[in-house]
């Protein structure tokens, strides 16, 4: 009888009497982990109603693809995407009219690579990946993002395009500098990939605040706030304000939290009401995080009403309304 087989028809160790140790000197074979909860794999989350990029991520796994290659492809659609001026190539401006990309990418074995405020190439997140596998580094910044860029054959594109000129050159006649609550209903794209082995990674691309301060970066690229992946827990990334979830080291926090024991859920929702508590009088901005655990439950919160998330799984392809701090 087949290991399995014998595990599933045997009364004694249903009523949990004979342990896996015990058992496994039954017969030659190594002990199965044995799980209560069936996975839900494989499953592609992302921050936002990105249903694009979780399709194209769902393709990949759906091919037998590995979730790092399923996380890289997705976040790709958006960046690619000019009307999408948050994310990538069309992405808004600094207040100097510079756009600079920030991305991350974490896998399975707690490898990761980022690219910071980096300017002239569309795609920040495959520079990320290629800082991660070619390079002794994690982050790359700047000029030196750059550089290192069109050594490994990446094109100089002009990020800057007519309509997010435009909107700049409108909005350098007040000059006010003031995070938008969902703007536009999307945002930064974060996404977390579970494949069918089980394995998990995550990426995050942004072309950060719009109109903010020339070299500023925000939590996206920055490994533990805007991502984080620990493929014995789970995975998290954020959207919002980075300068808070930097502040709390968000993502981190939110995986470290289910390994103490919280579902997706709580934890997101601890990260932000951490954020709350350290902003009393000030919640007029928006922080969202998305959180997948290794059984492939998953979760969302955010402080305004307004933010959601996709899931694609085999049940289906989703966009989740999170549940807010605040109420609308
Ligand atoms: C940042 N978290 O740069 C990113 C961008 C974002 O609302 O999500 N903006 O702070």
Known sequence: MKRRKFLRNSSTVAAGIISAPIL???????????????????????????????AKAWEVLHDGGSSLDAVHQGVMIEENDLRNTTVGNGGRPDRDGNVTLDACIMDKDGNCGAVLAMQNIA???????????????????GK???QFA????????????????????????????????????HDTIGMLAIDEKGDIAGACTTSGMAYKMAGRVGDSPIIGAGLFIDNE????????????????????????????????????????????AKNKDKQDFQIGFIAINKKGETGGYCIHPGFTYRTYTKDGHVNNPSNSYLES
């Open 150 to 185: 069109y050594e490994q054959g990446f094109e100089k594109v002009n990020l800057l395009t007519k309509k997010t000129k435009e909107d700049w050159l409108e909005w350098k006649k007040t000059s006010q500098y003031k995070p938008i609550i969902n703007i536009e209903n």
């Open 144 to 146: 030196g993002a750059e």
């Open 233 to 276: 827990v789970g995975g998290a990334t954020a959207t919002g304000v980075g300068e808070e979830v930097v502040r709390t080291v968000g993502s981190f926090l939110i995986v470290e939290l289910m390994r103490q024991g919280k579902s997706p859920q709580e934890a997101c929702e601890e990260g932000v009401k951490r954020i709350i």
């Open 24 to 54: 496994a000197s039954c017969n030659d074979q190594q002990p199965e982990k044995r799980t209560d909860i069936t996975p839900i794999l494989p499953i592609a989350i992302c921050t936002w109603d990105f249903g694009n990029a979780t």
């Open 123 to 141: 795609n920040p997140i495959s520079v990320a990946r290629k800082v991660m596998e070619e390079t002794p580094h994690v982050m790359l910044a």
